[in-house]
C-alpha cells in the first residue's frame, strides 16, 4: 500500500470525482504500472536500459566486492571451517559486534558466499573450498591482497590529478608485510593454475 500511496505523489493524475481514498490509491497505482510499463517498451526499443543496466552493475560491484573482502579480512570463512557457527558465536570468537557481524552474515548467504539454517551459519560450497584455511584451493592470499588493491584504487582520481602514485600507496608498498603479502598471493594463483600449466607444456616425464 505504501508503494500506491506513493504512486499519488509521483503520479499526481486528475480522479474522477467521488472515488474514496482506497480507489484513488488503486486508481494511482493502476496509472503508475501502466506509465512503468510504456517507459520500459521505450527504453527497451531505444537500448538504454540494456546499456543503463550494464553501467549500474559495473557502478555497483564493490559493494558484493566489500562483502566478501570484509569476510575474508574479518576471518569469517576460516572460522566457519568444517562447522557452522551462529553469530553470536562467530561474533565472540572474532571480537567483532554480534548485530553488525549478523548483517554482514546475512549479505554474504545473500551472495551465495554463506549458507544459513535457522541461526547457523556455514561455509558455501565455493568458500569452503577456496576461502576456508583447509580447502584444496585456498586462496585466503590473493583476496587480501586485492583487498589492499581495493584501498589503493579508490586513489585513481587522485593519481589521475597528479600524475603520481598517492603518497598512502607509497607508504603501504615500504612495509614488509606489503610484499610478504603479495608473494602469498601469487603462490595461491601458482597453485592455482600450475597444474594445468604443467599439464599444457607436456614436459617429458624424464626430464631434470
Same mark, same amino acid.
Given at each position: 500500500?505504501?508503494?500506491?500511496? /506513493?504512486?499519488?505523489?509521483?503520479? !499526481?493524475?486528475? /480522479? !474522477?470525482?467521488?472515488?474514496?481514498?482506497h480507489?484513488?490509491?488503486?486508481?494511482?497505482?493502476?496509472?503508475k %504500472?501502466?506509465?512503468?510499463?510504456r517507459?520500459?517498451q521505450?527504453?527497451?526499443?531505444?537500448?538504454?536500459?540494456? *546499456? $543503463?543496466e *550494464?553501467?549500474? @552493475?559495473?557502478?555497483r560491484g564493490? #559493494?558484493q566486492?566489500?562483502?566478501?573482502?570484509t569476510c575474508?579480512?574479518?576471518g569469517?570463512?576460516?572460522?566457519?571451517?568444517? *562447522? @557452522?557457527?551462529?553469530?553470536?558465536?562467530?561474533?565472540a570468537?572474532?571480537?567483532?559486534? !554480534?548485530?553488525?557481524?549478523?548483517?554482514?552474515?546475512?549479505?554474504?548467504?545473500?551472495?551465495?558466499?554463506l549458507?544459513?539454517?535457522?541461526?547457523? =551459519?556455514?561455509?558455501?560450497p565455493?568458500? $569452503?573450498?577456496?576461502?576456508?584455511?583447509? @580447502?584444496?584451493n585456498y586462496?585466503?592470499?590473493?583476496?587480501?591482497? +586485492?583487498?589492499?588493491f581495493? +584501498? #589503493?584504487?579508490?586513489?585513481? !582520481?587522485?593519481?589521475?590529478r597528479? &600524475? *603520481?602514485?598517492? +603518497?598512502?600507496? #607509497?607508504?603501504?608498498? %615500504?612495509? &614488509?608485510?606489503?610484499?610478504?603479502n603479495?608473494e =602469498?598471493?601469487? =603462490?595461491d594463483l601458482?597453485r592455482?593454475?600450475?597444474?594445468?600449466?604443467? +599439464?599444457?607444456?607436456?614436459?617429458?616425464?624424464? #626430464?631434470?
Open positions: 500500500m505504501g508503494e500506491a500511496q /506513493s504512486a499519488i505523489e509521483v503520479f !499526481p493524475t486528475p /480522479s !474522477p470525482p467521488g472515488l474514496r481514498p480507489e484513488k490509491i488503486i486508481e494511482a497505482a493502476y496509472v %504500472d501502466k506509465m512503468g510499463e517507459m520500459k521505450d527504453d527497451i526499443k531505444s537500448g538504454s536500459l540494456e *546499456h $543503463a *550494464h553501467l549500474l @552493475g559495473m557502478l564493490y #559493494r566486492a566489500q562483502v566478501l573482502m575474508t579480512e574479518s569469517v570463512f576460516e572460522a566457519l571451517a568444517g *562447522h @557452522g557457527r551462529s553469530a553470536a558465536v562467530l561474533a570468537a572474532l571480537a567483532l559486534d !554480534p548485530d553488525a557481524l549478523r548483517r554482514l552474515l546475512d549479505a554474504a548467504v545473500a551472495l551465495g558466499l549458507e544459513r539454517a535457522e541461526d547457523i =551459519y556455514s561455509n558455501a565455493a568458500t $569452503a573450498v577456496c576461502l576456508a584455511s583447509d @580447502g584444496d586462496l585466503g592470499h590473493l583476496f587480501r591482497r +586485492e583487498s589492499a581495493y +584501498e #589503493r584504487w579508490g586513489r585513481l !582520481p587522485e593519481a589521475i597528479t &600524475g *603520481h602514485r598517492p +603518497e598512502p600507496n #607509497r607508504a603501504m608498498e %615500504d612495509t &614488509g608485510d606489503w610484499v610478504r603479495f =602469498y598471493a601469487l =603462490y601458482a592455482l593454475y600450475g597444474p594445468a600449466v604443467a +599439464e599444457a607444456l607436456d614436459l617429458a616425464s624424464d #626430464r631434470p
